[in-house]
């Protein structure tokens, strides 16, 4: 191919050798041999080595004879570039020795060289991202010192990471009066035991609160508003958080399942372990059973071994007979060894929202031991303590039994409402005591106990801490009456010889403020009725509801093509709209809470009342009575029932 190329040699610019240049060419191997295989002046005078095979050898030789390379040999310049004056040629030492590049990032085993005590030098790979570390959400008052280290990628804000670094100082108790008395950072929050597993939050009562009572008097004296036609909103909360509390749990509380309970809550206020009572510590739990699925209170006895089974038996059985409003009842009690030790249970019934009369009245300091100053208790409160408590007594004392336990931490509270909460545990526990007491001077020593625990809230003193009864009788002189004084100097000082305290006695020294408690009971009896009567309204306003929209805008039924528009069902329709879409003179939709459940409340009364039906074109009317829309849709809705299958929880509307 190259001989073929040549051949015109008029066509191409004859390429000559290429000219030595005052070197050695014999051991070079010639541009035109690698180019175009031979050399046209091979014989006409090149100088090039022509032979491939001597070439390649003697390129190996040369190889194999140069010099290694060497830092100070002259560096590479440009022929057509002038050296600048006073500047080296060679390379520095220190550009020999630098650490060779690694990029950021990059998997490599090859580990980054740095010198000793050079500090100067720059490393990114060595430096990490800023990440905070143990922030503690409830910290206001400063920073503090982090020594865990949770990782370069670990998030800092994350659940788990921020239960972690919780204080375990304390336990939230939603039952407890004051939530900023609570030990430890953060209680504001709210977290249980478990935080870091699973948020719990108490429902937002705020959200469902009507308006503030300052825009009442921009009303007319005929017009309400629509919460005016419901239960109140205090009632409404109060209720609300009953059911939240009673339904309330513990994520990961430790503590187990019994026999037949489950869901085990602890609804003490205080972790401390008191055995003042009962000569054992005690705990209070709430649980559900699981049979019936209510929830009850269990107050736990702890380290207690019964030795008889019968105290068990014969005790419970006479304090279940017990059935009075000032008395928590007592269901049953049992053994138990799920706790760990032997533990003796009493099952009563449960209060939510309730807490202990020594609680609500000598609530702790800022979550310190140290009792606050309250003001003084107004007289009437006191004496409707007194006609509760004397009201309990003569249920417990009639059934020939003592309450022996009657003390402010075992009396449990509730909107001037109080129980005694720790009834029949000492009857068990001391049983087979040898130096037990007859249940005639255990009923005096009721007397004496129900006077000291009066005197401590007239007095704003803790019982255990009376050390002269007549000193706290003359400092509430003259804070209250002389008749309250005299009774609880009856109820504390010993009797007279052969003369015998009983709750007929006391009651009978009172019948003025047991006439004014009746009647304050009776009139908060009246109150709670009259918004029962408006829910009950409401209820079956809610059932006319139910039975209206089964009927509406149902399609093919019953075997007829578009069903509820045909026959008398075209008047349930027409008696919606006019209930729920009629509009003002300008078109506008008119929202009348009022007219809604005066027109659904005639309607469940059938009143013969006659009202206006019009269709939307206006060209149909219908004049028909309460009493007749009445029976259409008791009518409409019997023939779905035919038509359909019987509901499966039986239940009818």
């Not at 100097?489 to 009746?518: C, D, Q, R, Y």
Request: proline share 6%.
């Amino acid at each position: 191919m190259a001989a073929t190329r040549y051949n015109s040699g008029d066509l191409r610019r004859q390429v000559g050798s290429p000219r030595a240049k005052n070197r050695d060419t014999k051991e070079t191997l010639c541009r035109n041999v690698v180019i175009y295989g031979h050399c046209r002046w091979e014989d006409s005078g090149c100088t090039f080595n022509h032979d491939q095979n001597k070439a390649s050898g003697s390129q190996t030789d040369l190889n194999s004879n140069r010099r290694v390379f060497n830092v100070e040999s002259p560096s590479f310049t440009p022929a057509n570039q002038q050296q600048p004056a006073g500047k080296k040629s060679t390379f520095s030492s220190q550009a020999a020795s630098a650490a060779p590049f690694t990029p950021r990032g990059v998997g490599t085993s090859t580990p980054t060289l740095q010198q000793p005590g050079d500090s100067t030098i720059f490393n990114p790979a060595a430096i990490r991202e800023f990440t905070p570390q143990n922030y503690d959400v409830g910290n206001t008052n400063g920073a503090q010192s982090v020594t865990q280290d949770g990782g370069l990628y670990s998030d800092p804000f994350s659940i788990n990471s921020l239960g972690q670094t919780m204080p375990p100082t304390g336990q939230y108790n939603p039952y407890a009066n004051d939530p900023n008395t609570l030990a430890g950072a953060g209680g504001g929050l709210y977290q249980p035991a478990g935080f870091g597993n699973g948020l719990v939050h108490p429902p937002n009562y705020h959200l469902y609160q009507p308006p503030s009572e300052l825009y009442r008097p921009s009303l007319q004296p005929y017009q309400r508003t629509t919460y005016d036609f419901f239960i109140p909103k205090d009632r409404r909360e109060n209720l609300q958080k009953k059911l939240f509390h009673m339904q309330q749990l513990l994520p990961n509380s430790g503590l187990p399942n019994l026999d037949r309970w489950h869901s085990l809550f602890p609804l003490d206020t205080k972790a401390t372990r008191n055995s003042t009572c009962f000569g054992y510590p005690s705990w209070m739990y709430k649980a559900q059973n699981n049979k019936n699925g209510r929830h009850f209170a269990l107050r736990r006895i702890e380290g207690y071994r019964l030795t008889n089974e019968k105290a068990i038996l014969n005790v419970t059985k006479e304090w279940k007979k017990v059935i009075n409003a000032n008395i928590v009842t007592v269901h049953e009690a049992f053994t138990t060894e799920f706790f760990g030790d032997s533990s003796l249970i009493f099952v009563y019934d449960f209060h939510p929202l309730s807490e202990t009369l020594y609680d609500h009245h000598f609530p702790p300091n800022n979550g310190h031991n140290r009792l606050r100053n309250t003001n003084k208790i107004p007289e009437n409160v006191l004496w409707s303590y007194v006609c509760q408590i004397a009201n309990a007594l003569l249920a417990i004392h009639n059934a020939k039994l003592a309450a022996r336990c009657l003390e402010l931490s075992k009396i449990i509270w509730e909107n001037n409402r109080i129980r005694l909460a720790a009834c029949s545990i000492l009857d068990v526990l001391h049983h087979d005591s040898p130096n037990r007491k007859t249940i005639e001077e255990l009923q005096q020593e009721d007397f004496v106990k129900f006077g000291r625990i009066i005197l401590a809230l007239a007095t704003i003193t803790p019982t255990l801490n009376f050390n002269n009864i007549d000193a706290a009788l003359a400092t509430m002189a003259p804070r209250y009456s002389t008749q309250l004084k005299g009774v609880l100097e009856w109820l504390i000082k010993p009797s007279a010889p052969g003369e015998t305290k009983t709750v007929e006695t006391l009651l009978g020294g009172m019948t003025t403020h047991l006439a004014n408690f009746a009647n304050f009971v009776m009139q908060e009896s009246d109150e709670k009725e009259f918004h029962l009567m408006r829910e009950l309204e409401n209820g079956r306003i809610a059932r006319l509801m139910f039975k209206l929209s089964v009927v509406n805008e149902r399609g093919d039924s019953c075997g007829v093509h578009n069903w509820s528009e045909t026959g008398e069902r075209l008047l349930l329709k027409l008696f919606r709209d006019y209930v729920f879409h009629q509009v003002d003179a300008d078109g506008k939709a008119r929202l009348d809470t009022n007219h809604y459940l005066s027109c659904l409340s005639k309607l469940d009364a059938s009143s013969e009342e006659q009202i206006l039906l019009t269709s939307r074109d206006n060209a149909t009317v219908f004049v028909v009575s309460y009493r007749s829309i009445r029976q259409m849709l008791d009518r409409a809705y019997g023939e779905l029932g035919k038509e359909g299958k019987p509901s499966t929880t039986g239940a009818t509307i």
